[in-house]
């Protein structure tokens, strides 16, 4: 991670020459085929091969029909995160089921008690703190709940399969506070689903979450050569990040069909194909989504496992995530951090690897902003120095940057940036050691006298930092 970390900086901040025969991969991979939620659904597929929605051939007979025009619930329906408000007595309010199908409910509280449609069970009490919990990616209803670090990690972050878009919260949330309510806080806003006018068609499309996408994508027709429209949703999920796991809050109830095309593994899924991968370690992507062959013929398939698995890429990448971890560390490492150093010469700056493990890495451009050529006008002289937590996968490690002002670009940019695995003394040090190294080079560079002056503006906060007695 820190590696590919470093490689983001380097091709950020240093151009780049595409080499004429570099080919690039589309993210989607080609053809998806349809969700098995759909039954009877037939994919739709763009000019690239990505699927944009789903035709049934005939409407399923043994279901109610499906109203195509639900209103959005409106401020009245949810006041607060706790309380849900129905305007009418008489109000008929649709729920989904996991075949795609929509039923009437004469009140949400019924879907405790629906066979076909149970809400995702979150609800944990204080008597059962260990209690599993089974994340679908569709989460779904009124529900609040703490979910620890192991259950977040084993969900992908709570990962969720709803067009979506992410927005952030109050500055004052800190990650690693000590209650779920002083945490960094999230909100996941449902997009709903885009549909055209034509009752008879039933091609549902995922939206894009960027506006002026979504905005070229209505602009467009249906398959079947309708006007399409935004059935907006409007559900929120606020996350709250803390020192013992998210704290998650949902808000209400998706009226509307299940959107196209899953994004992501869930943990009993990723269980199978990790576990169909180690028992067929010399089977390729293709033959996995295919088959596993067998004197029958194919056996086992991924694609059984999740729509996901059906893109040849997708499987090709989850396929190395399992391979990667036995190639990682030891002497792979040292060969790939040298590797990338004889690469990229002068890009790491300085490195110390152990106890105490410092890297920090600095461009050309980062190393000219070091020394300025005169006294800028306002509070922007000096650098400022800062560690990120929660940054890398490893809690304990910290991503330090020393940032100056460029009066050409207006802003601040980081000067020097540094992987460390703890925030003591020592390894303050190296960092900032690599700090003075970089402006005393810069001032060789522009034949400048090396003077305590071009130091002032950078403390060595190691200093400060001396073990209790």
């Known amino acids: 991670m820190v590696l590919g970390f470093f490689k983001h900086v380097y091709r950020y901040f240093v151009p780049r020459v595409q080499d004429k025969d570099e080919v690039e991969i589309s993210r989607d991979g080609g053809a998806l085929l349809s969700d098995s939620f ?8 763009d000019t690239t091969g990505r699927i944009i929605g789903y035709v049934q051939n005939k409407p399923p007979v043994s279901e109610p029909g499906i109203p195509k025009n639900i209103p959005p619930p409106g401020p009245t329906r949810i006041e607060n995160a706790s309380k849900f408000v129905i305007g009418s007595t008489n109000e008929i309010i649709y729920t989904r089921t996991p075949e795609g199908h929509f039923i009437p409910i004469q009140n949400p509280e019924e879907k405790q008690g629906h066979a076909q449609h ?8 204080e008597d059962f703190p260990g209690a599993e919990v089974h994340w679908d990616g569709w989460p779904d209803g009124k529900f609040e709940r703490d979910f620890t670090l192991d259950e977040v990690n084993e969900t992908n972050d709570l990962a969720i399969h709803w067009a979506h878009t992410v927005g952030g919260g109050d500055r004052k949330g800190q990650r690693f506070a000590e209650e779920w309510m002083n945490g960094k806080r999230v909100t996941r806003t449902c997009l709903g689903i885009l549909q055209c006018d034509n009752q008879d068609c039933e091609i549902t499309i995922r939206p894009h979450t960027k506006p002026q996408s979504l ?17 907006k949703c409007d559900v929120k999920s606020i996350l709250w990040t803390w020192s ?14 299940r959107p196209p095309r899953k994004l992501h593994l869930l943990p009993q899924e990723k269980r199978r194909f990790e576990a ?13 989504i295919v088959g596993v062959p067998g004197i029958d013929g194919p056996g086992e398939s991924v694609a059984d496992i999740s729509d996901v698995l059906l893109n040849a890429d997708r499987v090709t990448k ?15 490492f040292i060969r790939a951090f040298a ?6 010469p002068g890009f790491i700056i300085l490195s110390t690897i152990g106890k105490v493990t410092v890297i920090s890495v600095q461009t050309p451009f980062m190393q000219s902003q070091m020394v300025k050529d005169e006294v800028l006008d306002g509070p922007v002289n000096g650098m400022v120095s800062d560690a990120a937590h929660g940054w890398w996968k490893e809690r304990t490690s910290l991503l330090m940057v020393s940032s100056t002002y460029c009066p050409d670009l207006f802003c601040w940019v980081p000067g020097v940036l540094s992987f460390t695995n703890g925030a003591s003394g020592e390894h303050f040090m190296y960092h900032f050691l690599a700090v003075f190294q970089a402006i005393a080079h810069e001032a060789e560079k522009r034949h400048l006298e090396v003077e305590d002056r071009l130091f002032a ?7 400060y930092d001396k073990p209790t007695q």
């Open 457 to 463: 503006g950078v403390r060595d906060y190691a200093l």
């Open 276 to 288: 169909m991968v180690n028992a067929h370690p010399q089977v390729g992507p293709l033959q996995l």
């Open 318 to 332: 989850e396929r190395q995530k399992l391979k990667r971890p036995a190639d990682t560390g030891g002497d792979h």
């Open 38 to 45: 759909i039954a009877g659904a037939v994919p739709m597929y």
């Open 215 to 231: 905005r070229t994508q209505l602009l467009k027709p249906c398959s079947c050569g309708a006007m399409l429209y935004h059935l």
């Open 118 to 125: 149970k809400p995702l069970d979150t609800k944990v009490k």
């Open 339 to 344: 590797k990338f150093e004889q690469e990229r």
């Open 244 to 257: 013992k796991g998210i704290h998650y809050q949902n808000s209400g109830y998706h009226v509307h069909r």
